[in-house]
Structures are given as structure tokens and as C-alpha cells.
């Protein structure tokens, strides 16, 4: 018998987003108003996340300069675009279809899916742990998908089959993605690759699918609050064509344009622990639109849950001395989920 996961936390029950958009009221209720968000938006052209390129990263002559290209990127980044990633385009546009369905159904059937107490997988909102926090202007769908056995009977079991063939697909899609993009990245760090799979093979993926309702006064409200993620590696498919993520370098906030047909790849927190600070996560938030809807999956690679997490053995040497604690892993994702989301706090307390 395979272990079930138990529950890694719980959020608040909150009002659906959603259906406070459409009373159409332009008064913003205060919980969800930070009217003193930083608004510095650098657009200068370079700042432009990179581009890189998987088929690149698989022929002889330009492997190696890519590998560079991908190295500093997640140095300096944290952030970039995966383009020619093989994963099957029908898989990913059924996806997208699924997920805008699903929002568009009737609050009644989609309740069915709520969270329950004491758990945040399900729909409704993340990271609520006290009633005077503020408010995020969203709402969300958040399953554990692989390993399978961790699934929840209430939740995927239970969708229209048509989604959760969707989900099956492109779960397995990602996971082989990730495997590969993680195996690269050991490559360009000189870390042996087992101490990347041994992390990341059995790991745990949850996709979190978001809805960001339109917002008549967009300037008051956060889509998504500042935040690193507590995870390996994040995959961001935009559903729609409306955009709203935003990546904090140098102090300002750089918008973000996802390319037709690509990821954008981040460097969570886990990531940065296992290689010792060399790759680093960076605070992103999502911005809403006034006019309409904004759509996206964000699908998260978490080491094994029955696993410990620290810097690799390879990365730690006199010279470049371990930086974070060892610690297991469901201890890990517990601290997280019990916290609001804010900055870089939870990374910045598992350090030596």
C-alpha cells in the first residue's frame, strides 16, 4: 500500500472572486485593496527574460554555448522562456480549453470541488491563514498530480473525463520536461546527476490554475502578491491571451510577454537550496486587467515527499560552505503552507 499523503495545510474559507466581479460594483472591498503596492515598472528592452532553446541544448555545435546561456540564466535570472520544448501542441491548446471551461461553470458545480478544512488542494484560495490578511483579486484550482497514488479521490477522480484525460497527458508531458531540464542543469553546475534525480525523479507535482477576474480598479489589487515559490522548478503556461506576470530585477518590476508556444520556466526556492545559492528564485507577482479575464496554469515540481532536501554534497566544499539546513521534505512544504506568501521570508529562514 502505497503511504497517502496527509494534508500539508489549509487556507481560510474566502468569498469566490469571481463572483464578486460580476456584481460590477467599482468599490473594491477592503481586504483586497494594497493601494501601497510599488508600482516601479522597468520595460527598458533589456529587460527581456532570456529564450532558450531546447532543440539547441540537443545538437553538437550550439549544445554547449546554450548550456552557458541557460546557466546564466537561472544565476542571474531565475527566469526564462523555454521555446521548441517538444511537448505535444494538442495536449497543451486541450488543456487551455479544459481549464477556461472549467471556470465557466456554474459556481454550484464547481463548489463541488472546494477545498475542504484543513486542506489547500481544491478550488478556492491559497495561503489564508488569518482573517485581516489582505486579498488576492483570484481564484484557484490546486490538485497534487503525480506521483498518482498522492492524488485526492474527491478532486481529478471526479472532474469531467474530458479534463481529466487533459491533465493525465499533460502531466506526464511535464514531468519528462522537467526530468530533462533538471539533468541539463546538473550538466551546466558540474553536480552529479544523481544528486538531481535522486531530488526530483519521484517527486511531487501539483498544478495550481488560476483565474484572475477583471478588476475595475486594477492599481488596488494584486492578482498574486510578491513571492518566490517554495519549489524545484515551475512551469507557467499563459491560457489566454491577456498577460500579468511580473519579475522583480534590480529593485524594479519587469513585465513579462510570453511567447506563443513557450513555458516560462522559474527557479523556485528548493532549487536554489540544492544548489547551494548558485541558482537563484526570484520574487514575481501578477498583475490583473480591468477589462478582462486573465487565465494560467502554474504546474510545480517539489522534491520526493518522503525525502530530505539540503544543499547537494557535491555543490558544498571549504571554499563554497552549505548555506541552508538539511531538512525533510513534508516538514518543508508544511512551513510554507502555513505561512502567508511574502517575498523571499520562507527561503531566507532555512538558512545557516
Not at 489582505?134 to 474530458?162: C, G, M, S
Request: glycine share 4%.
Amino acid at each position: 500500500m502505497e503511504p497517502k499523503l496527509k494534508k500539508l495545510g489549509s487556507s481560510f474559507q474566502v468569498p469566490i472572486v469571481q463572483e464578486l466581479a460580476k456584481e460590477k460594483s467599482t468599490a473594491i472591498p477592503p481586504r483586497y485593496q494594497r493601494p501601497n503596492q510599488d508600482h516601479l515598472i522597468s520595460s527598458l528592452p533589456e529587460n527581456k527574460i532570456p529564450v532558450i532553446d531546447i532543440q539547441k541544448l540537443m545538437e553538437k555545435d550550439s549544445m554547449d554555448t546554450e548550456l552557458q546561456k541557460l546557466h546564466t540564466a537561472c544565476q542571474e535570472w531565475g527566469f526564462f522562456q523555454l521555446i521548441n520544448h517538444g511537448v505535444s501542441f494538442p495536449k497543451v491548446e486541450e488543456m487551455k480549453l479544459e481549464i477556461q471551461e472549467f471556470f465557466n461553470l456554474p459556481i454550484e458545480e464547481k463548489k463541488k470541488f472546494s477545498q475542504e478544512s484543513g486542506d489547500i488542494e481544491g478550488y478556492g484560495q491559497a495561503f489564508v491563514v488569518s482573517e485581516e490578511q489582505k486579498l488576492d483579486w483570484a481564484d484557484l484550482f490546486y490538485i497534487i498530480t503525480l506521483p498518482v497514488h498522492l492524488r485526492k479521490p474527491h478532486l481529478i477522480p471526479k472532474l469531467p473525463a474530458k479534463f481529466r484525460d487533459a491533465i493525465d497527458e499533460y502531466a506526464v508531458e511535464l514531468k519528462n520536461l522537467a526530468m530533462k531540464i533538471l539533468d541539463l542543469m546538473a550538466k551546466a553546475l558540474h553536480m552529479k546527476a544523481e544528486e538531481m534525480n535522486m531530488v526530483f525523479e519521484e517527486g511531487m507535482q501539483a498544478m495550481r490554475m488560476n483565474y484572475y477576474p477583471p478588476c475595475p480598479q486594477p492599481e488596488l489589487v494584486t492578482g498574486l502578491c510578491p513571492h518566490s515559490d517554495s519549489v524545484g522548478l515551475t512551469f507557467l503556461l499563459q491560457v489566454n491571451e491577456i498577460d500579468g506576470l511580473q519579475i522583480k530585477k534590480n529593485g524594479a518590476w519587469i513585465p513579462v510577454a510570453p511567447l506563443p508556444n513557450a513555458f516560462v520556466i522559474n527557479i523556485g526556492d528548493v532549487l536554489e537550496i540544492v544548489t547551494n545559492g548558485v541558482y537563484r528564485s526570484i520574487e514575481h507577482r501578477a498583475t490583473v486587467n480591468s477589462k478582462k479575464e486573465r487565465l494560467s496554469i502554474a504546474t510545480f515540481f517539489n522534491p520526493a515527499i518522503d525525502g530530505d532536501l539540503g544543499p547537494a554534497p557535491s555543490l558544498v566544499t571549504p571554499e563554497t560552505p552549505a548555506k541552508f539546513k538539511r531538512i525533510s521534505s513534508v516538514d518543508y512544504l508544511k512551513g510554507f503552507f502555513s505561512r502567508e506568501l511574502d517575498g523571499k521570508s520562507y527561503l531566507d529562514a532555512m538558512r545557516i
